[in-house]
């Protein structure tokens, strides 16, 4: 995914993305719709890592250009990068391994997960709106028609050449993300898909493979490689216990109440991914899919309450530091407190009508 998402920003895929995105943020409130949308979706099929990664800088610049604050659309943009992810296999690292130890089909998860996804970005809207409202509101003389023009042209001025990429990859993007849907069907895994998707963006991009591994996050995958030493090693030593002893394994509201709750209190001691980590072996024997789906969304929707709870959170501060925009860590927490305590408990109850309706078990 990060191959297919270098030969993308070397198509100019995103700068044409943040035109449109500037194009049609043209107030400040309406900007933290496109920021929460845009950053939702994109997070969905493109890892969330990534998608912050390319994208705050593209925040930073729109509000700048909207004479507004840029803090609460990065708050905005990190919360909606998990949230977002929450909807399939392939939003983010926790899903990737749910999904491979699950084996729970990539068109399932994401039938069941989506509508926590949509309905938890309105509920960050509203909050970061009931926030911010204030910053919100578009600043005297600012000249909203004249950041849009910026904003179109600047989605638009991209070389030839860009173009002609752009024209050949934009569709094995596509193609991409069908194949997540039929790998079932298809009797194929999601990770073949990706490792498919992203050797043929090369391909038939005629990028070097030199160039694009360039593009590739290796710090991020160093880090999660090193979890699963340490993860290891936590796991034999029975270090966390004391939170895994407290996860119900009884398919029901019991184990979608006690995934949630330990999930998301877990998440911001060793972040989530290191929690999946030590929660699947746990969740294996049970082999019930609402478990599976709780600790995807409870794992993920708890990494918002602090900016230690998700790498993505880390991600953005860090990107709008080199920027000169500076997060910190109360204005984070008490935004993430309201928005995890909420969609959490959205989360757990799209769930406990699933399990009713029959839809999970």
């Given at each position: 995914?990060?191959?297919?998402?270098?030969?993308?920003?070397?198509?100019?895929?995103?700068?044409?993305?943040?035109?449109?995105?500037?194009?049609?943020?043209?107030?400040?409130?309406?900007?933290?719709?496109?920021?929460?949308?845009?950053?939702?979706?994109?997070?969905?099929?493109?890892?969330?890592?990534?998608?912050?990664?390319?994208?705050?800088?593209?925040?930073?610049?729109?509000?700048?250009?909207?004479?507004?604050?840029?803090?609460?659309?990065?708050?905005?943009?990190?919360?909606?990068?998990?949230?977002?992810s929450t909807a399939t296999i392939v939003g983010n690292p926790q899903n990737m391994l749910i999904g491979v130890a699950s084996g729970i089909p990539f068109g399932r998860f994401f039938a069941l997960l989506a509508p926590i996804a949509v309905l938890g970005?309105?509920?960050?809207?509203?909050?970061?709106?009931?926030?911010?409202?204030?910053?919100?509101?578009?600043?005297?003389?600012?000249?909203?028609?004249?950041?849009?023009?910026?904003?179109?042209?600047?989605?638009?001025?991209?070389?030839?050449?860009?173009?002609?990429?752009?024209?050949?990859?934009?569709?094995?993007?596509?193609?991409?993300?069908?194949?997540?849907?039929?790998?079932?069907?298809?009797?194929?895994?999601?990770?073949?898909?990706?490792?498919?998707?992203?050797?043929?963006?090369?391909?038939?991009?005629?990028?070097?493979?030199?160039?694009?591994?360039?593009?590739?996050?290796?710090?991020?995958?160093?880090?999660?490689?090193?979890?699963?030493?340490?993860?290891?090693?936590?796991?034999?030593?029975?270090?966390?216990?004391?939170?895994?002893?407290?996860?119900?394994?009884?398919?029901?509201?019991?184990?979608?109440?006690?995934?949630?709750?330990?999930?998301?209190?877990?998440?911001?001691?060793?972040?989530?991914?290191?929690?999946?980590?030590?929660?699947?072996?746990?969740?294996?024997?049970?082999?019930?899919?609402?478990?599976?789906?709780?600790?995807?969304?409870?794992?993920?929707?708890?990494?918002?309450?602090?900016?230690?709870?998700?790498?993505?959170?880390?991600?953005?501060?860090?990107?709008?530091?080199?920027?000169?925009?500076?997060?910190?860590?109360?204005?984070?927490?008490?935004?993430?407190?309201?928005?995890?305590?909420?969609?959490?408990?959205l989360s757990m109850g799209v769930l406990a009508l699933e399990w009713r309706l029959g839809l999970v078990g």
């Amino acid at each position: 995914m990060m191959f297919l998402a270098g030969v993308l920003q070397r198509a100019g895929f995103f700068t044409l993305l943040a035109g449109y995105t500037l194009s049609l943020g043209s107030t400040p409130l309406r900007l933290l719709g496109v920021v929460i949308a845009v950053t939702a979706v994109g997070s969905a099929f493109l890892v969330n890592d990534v998608v912050v990664l390319l994208f705050t800088p593209v925040v930073v610049q729109a509000a700048r250009l909207l004479g507004v604050n840029p803090v609460p659309y990065l708050i905005a943009e990190a919360m909606a990068s998990n949230i977002g992810s929450t909807a399939t296999i392939v939003g983010n690292p926790q899903n990737m391994l749910i999904g491979v130890a699950s084996g729970i089909p990539f068109g399932r998860f994401f039938a069941l997960l989506a509508p926590i996804a949509v309905l938890g970005g309105l509920v960050l809207f509203f909050t970061v709106w009931g926030f911010y409202r204030r910053h919100l509101r578009s600043p005297a003389g600012a000249d909203a028609v004249a950041g849009r023009s910026l904003a179109v042209a600047a989605g638009h001025a991209l070389p030839a050449e860009a173009h002609r990429l752009l024209w050949r990859t934009t569709p094995v993007l596509l193609g991409t993300v069908a194949g997540f849907f039929l790998s079932t069907p298809l009797g194929i895994g999601v990770h073949t898909v990706a490792l498919v998707g992203g050797t043929v963006a090369i391909l038939v991009g005629g990028v070097r493979p030199s160039e694009v591994m360039r593009t590739v996050d290796w710090t991020l995958l160093v880090f999660f490689a090193g979890l699963f030493v340490v993860i290891g090693g936590a796991q034999r030593a029975g270090l966390l216990d004391v939170f895994l002893e407290r996860l119900s394994l009884t398919p029901g509201i019991a184990g979608i109440v006690s995934i949630h709750v330990v999930s998301a209190i877990a998440s911001q001691v060793v972040s989530n991914v290191p929690l999946t980590m030590l929660a699947i072996p746990l969740l294996r024997p049970a082999g019930s899919d609402l478990l599976w789906l709780s600790l995807a969304a409870g794992s993920t929707l708890g990494g918002n309450a602090t900016l230690i709870g998700a790498v993505a959170n880390i991600i953005v501060v860090e990107v709008a530091a080199r920027d000169g925009v500076m997060v910190g860590w109360w204005e984070f927490t008490r935004v993430g407190l309201v928005v995890t305590s909420l969609t959490l408990a959205l989360s757990m109850g799209v769930l406990a009508l699933e399990w009713r309706l029959g839809l999970v078990g």
